[in-house]
């Protein structure tokens, strides 16, 4: 256990400089364009609240701005929204540990998110001031995050996983009744089809035309492993680690992951919520509150001893689930 931080190591210290082609744009256009996570008139509030700072003062929001001044922001942790703070550790060893994670709990600061996150609960908890994670899961996803607790065991950890080395389990329930087993061999790119900008596809390798970087290559190995009411059970071994590609594979597969609001049965419930205008027909089609992707199990070898180590997390959904 570490020392426990003191209260202002928890308050957000967000600065940006004004690029040179965002001179002349007022307070207000700035923030709205760059930072999406709030509206303009939620920005509006904000900047006439004094919470936002044109070369450490406040301005109103029609100042115009100069290129390289320095615009800061104090959020409040009350701006975020609700997230379910859970998590467990299940191994903890002198240069690492591994937690267990909620499914409605974001791994590190991003967007709007920064004191309801993992890495600040960690902290707050006193069990590590400066984690350092070596795999990160999506906020939506529970299950297991490897953590490391100095940067020589985060860069040799993180090695195994640039190298395939580390197995990777998920639990994974789909709509529909999956295959026994299905080897998906493809390429994960940005769907240009969709109104979500973060999106991406699945398109099969014996289907791609043009040629792309490995870097986009996508490989994942599915076993059934129970199927219930319209829904299957599947284990999902990737082979490579891309951007949502277990859920975007899936997708395309015809097989949408159960509660997914963006890769699930309709994609505009990701927006509604995005909004936080999801409606009783939306959460019935959903099933469940977050999607039901759980990173269930993790073996890699410890970095200074080259033991096997590996972890598990249970099934979070216990008998609601098949």
């Given amino acids: 256990m570490t020392e426990r931080l003191a209260e202002e190591d928890y308050q957000r210290r967000a600065a940006v400089s004004v690029r040179p082609e965002e001179a002349g744009l007022t307070l207000l256009v700035l923030l709205s364009a760059r930072f999406s996570y709030h509206d303009e008139a939620a920005w509006r509030r904000l900047i006439e609240a004094g919470r936002v700072w044109v070369d450490d003062v406040p301005v109103p929001p029609d100042t115009e701005v100069k290129a390289g001044q320095t615009v800061r922001y104090f959020p409040l942790s009350s701006d975020e929204p609700h997230v379910d703070d859970r998590f467990e ?21 991003a967007g709007v998110y920064f004191a309801h996150t ?55 329930w789909v709509e529909g009744d999956f295959p026994q087993r299905v080897e998906a061999d493809g390429f994960i790119l940005q769907d240009p089809t969709s109104a979500v900008r973060k999106k991406r596809r699945f398109i099969p390798r014996a289907q791609m035309t043009d040629a792309y970087p490995a870097s986009a290559r996508a490989v994942t190995r599915f076993t059934l492993e129970a199927y219930r009411d319209g829904i299957s059970r599947v284990r999902a071994v990737p082979e490579t680690g891309r951007t949502h590609q277990i859920r975007a594979t899936l997708h395309a597969l015809g ?32 099933r469940t509150e977050h999607q039901a992707l759980h990173a269930a199990y993790l073996a890699f070898d410890h970095p200074r001893t080259g033991e096997r180590i590996t972890v598990t997390a249970p099934n979070p959904f216990g008998d609601r689930l098949p």
């Fill in 118 to 172: 993992l890495w600040m609960a960690l902290r707050r908890s006193g069990i590590c001031a400066n984690p350092i994670f070596v795999n990160r899961l999506d906020r939506e996803t529970s299950g297991l995050v490897l953590i490391a607790k100095n940067p020589e065991t985060a860069k040799a950890l993180g090695l195994q996983f640039a190298r395939h080395t580390v197995e990777k389990r998920y639990l994974v």
């Fill in 255 to 286: 097989f949408p992951v159960v509660g997914d609001k963006l890769y699930g049965r309709d994609e505009t419930c990701f927006l509604r919520q995005c909004e936080g205008c999801l409606t009783d027909t939306d959460r019935a089609l959903l």
């Fill in 89 to 109: 550790v299940v191994l903890d060893d002198p240069d690492f540990f591994a937690v267990n994670k909620s499914g409605n709990l974001p791994c590190h600061p």
